[in-house]
């Protein structure tokens, strides 16, 4: 069964600094996606960023980058020049490359509760 | 990118009782999931909605507690039955809009369901 982990329960960064959130997975598939989704308090899930697994160039969305390494089935999320509407709870989530039926879904870690400083 | 409406957007009920969640999204989407949010938690899976057929459950998660139904590829319902404090969560509906290398998963914004 795949798993994600988030190691870091919180996070806090200052603003326009930088700040890095780690993901790990364990997965025997070769064929899979993985996700940031940002969750602020409104409830309402965002996706920050998305990597393909057979794709080596690290995605990249503006302020948000990835490393993706897939060796070591790491993940992290890079932030720079944070701001305020950064603070959110961020979830690493992985799914399957080629499904079929209901296998279709996300398998999130446990998230990372981001605030950031004025 | 595709919309999906839940509601309600919270409630509070009495233990016993059942709530029905309704998630309608606006356009076709081919997959539907509704994620159950513990306070402070991760999502889980609860099920997959089937369009004209029966959800298929994760472990843990039984179609007597939780019934679903998908009549059409653009409306859910999940029920909450016979309710305890442990219900208390936020329910989520999602929904892939299309299958392939291109799939996007969508989120309604969520119920927030307390039970007491």
């Known amino acids: 069964a795949q798993t994600v982990t988030q190691s870091q329960p919180e996070m806090s960064v200052q603003e326009a600094e930088t700040v890095t959130l780690s993901c790990t997975y364990d997965t025997s598939e070769s064929d899979y996606y993985l996700f940031w989704y940002k969750q602020p308090p409104s409830r309402q899930m965002i996706l920050v960023i998305r990597q393909e697994a057979y794709k080596q160039q690290n995605a990249t969305e503006n302020r948000f980058s990835v490393n993706f390494q897939k060796a070591a089935k790491s993940f992290s999320l890079k932030i720079s020049d944070s701001q305020l509407g950064d603070a959110a709870m961020y979830f690493c989530?992985?799914?399957?490359?080629?499904?079929?039926?209901?296998?279709?879904?996300?398998?999130f870690g446990k998230g990372t509760k981001l605030s950031v400083k004025p | 990118s595709a919309v999906i409406s839940q509601k309600p957007s919270r409630d509070i009920c009495q233990r016993g009782t059942s709530l029905t969640i309704q998630c309608q999204v606006d356009?076709?989407?081919?997959?539907m999931f509704w994620y159950r949010q513990q306070p402070g938690q991760s999502l889980t899976l609860i099920a997959t909605?089937?369009?004209?057929?029966?959800?298929?459950?994760e472990s843990g998660f039984v179609i007597d507690k939780f019934p679903i139904s998908r009549p059409n590829l653009t409306f859910s319902t999940l029920t909450v039955s016979n309710m305890s404090p442990e219900d208390s969560s936020i329910y989520l509906c999602?929904?892939?809009?299309?299958?392939?290398?291109?799939?996007?998963?969508?989120f309604g914004q969520g119920t927030r369901l307390t039970v007491v």
């Open positions: 999602s929904a892939n809009r299309q299958g392939g290398p291109n799939t996007e998963a969508f």
């Open positions: 356009s076709q989407v081919t997959m």
């Open positions: 989530a992985y799914r399957r490359g080629n499904y079929g039926g209901s296998q279709g879904n996300l398998i």
């Open positions: 909605a089937n369009q004209g057929s029966e959800a298929t459950y």
